[in-house]
């Protein structure tokens, strides 16, 4: 099992930025990538990014690239999501997820974590 953890949410203006950080613990051993999605009540769950845990392959949702940049320490077992150049409608739950093989099947799931961003 893997446990993930969510933190670094909050308010910020547009145009500002914010970190947000994964906290992975467990079997991590068996984590293949590390997924962020973002949802927005009433919406559908939207792809963010994705970053492959040793190899450190990154990939992107159209809506952020430019903007969003994904990155791991795989010595202290976090994923983080910088994000720069905000605007309000990245205004989510932003959750991060870790699947076990290259498909994208996401095993496991954090609780999520709040990022408002007020015009």
């Known amino acids: 099992q893997v446990q993930l953890v969510e933190s670094g949410g909050g308010l910020v203006q547009a145009g500002g930025s914010l970190r947000l950080s994964c906290a992975a613990s467990g079997r991590t051993s068996i984590m293949y990538a590390v997924y962020w999605f973002r949802q927005v009540p009433g919406k559908e769950r939207e792809f963010v990014a994705r970053?492959?845990?040793?190899?450190?392959?990154?990939y992107y949702g159209d809506s952020v690239k430019g903007r969003f940049t994904v990155s791991r320490d795989n010595a202290k077992k976090m994923a983080y999501l910088q994000m720069n150049s905000l605007k309000p409608e990245d205004t989510a739950v932003y959750y991060c997820?870790?699947?076990?093989?290259?498909?994208?099947?996401?095993?496991?799931w954090g609780q999520g974590t709040q990022v408002t961003v007020s015009s």
């Open positions: 997820a870790a699947g076990t093989s290259m498909a994208d099947v996401y095993n496991y």
């Open positions: 970053i492959n845990w040793n190899a450190g392959n990154t």
